[in-house]
């Protein structure tokens, strides 16, 4: 069965950076269209970063410039580099995943059907 594990959360400073993992098993990353998804308390899942099979992204306008998706898919492995980072970010980050083979990722969560439990992100000014 498919499953994604998220780590690297944590809670840091304002203007600190961290690194989240997402570790897949159950599939070939590589054939699939993968994404980190955030949700605060009393707030809607926001998109963060999608990446597809060709490693092209889409950032949310409030994340780009500072947040970085990037996979390997030797080690099955998603990673979502978050610097700057400010208190609006604190939330529980999700990974996400979808067999897509060369469509385009995008950054509805509806859109995936694999999740990850999260990890929280916690950012202090």
């Known amino acids: 069965q498919v499953q994604l594990v998220e780590s690297g959360g944590g809670s840091v400073q304002a203007g600190r950076s961290l690194r989240l993992s997402c570790e897949a098993s159950?599939?070939?990353?590589?054939?699939?269209?993968m994404g980190w998804f955030r949700q605060a308390p009393a707030k809607a899942r926001e998109g963060v970063a999608v990446i597809d099979s060709d490693g092209s992204t889409l950032y949310g306008a409030s994340v780009k410039g500072r947040f970085t998706v990037s996979r390997d898919n030797a080690k099955n492995t998603l990673y979502l580099e978050m610097n700057n980072l400010k208190p609006e970010d604190t939330a529980i980050y999700y990974c996400?995943?979808?067999?897509?083979?060369?469509?385009?990722?995008?950054?509805?969560?509806?859109?995936?059907?694999?999740w990850g439990q999260g990890t929280q992100v916690t950012v202090s000014s």
């Open positions: 996400a995943a979808r067999n897509c083979g060369r469509s385009p990722a995008y950054l509805v969560s509806g859109w995936y059907n694999y």
């Open positions: 159950g599939l070939s990353l590589r054939n699939y269209c």
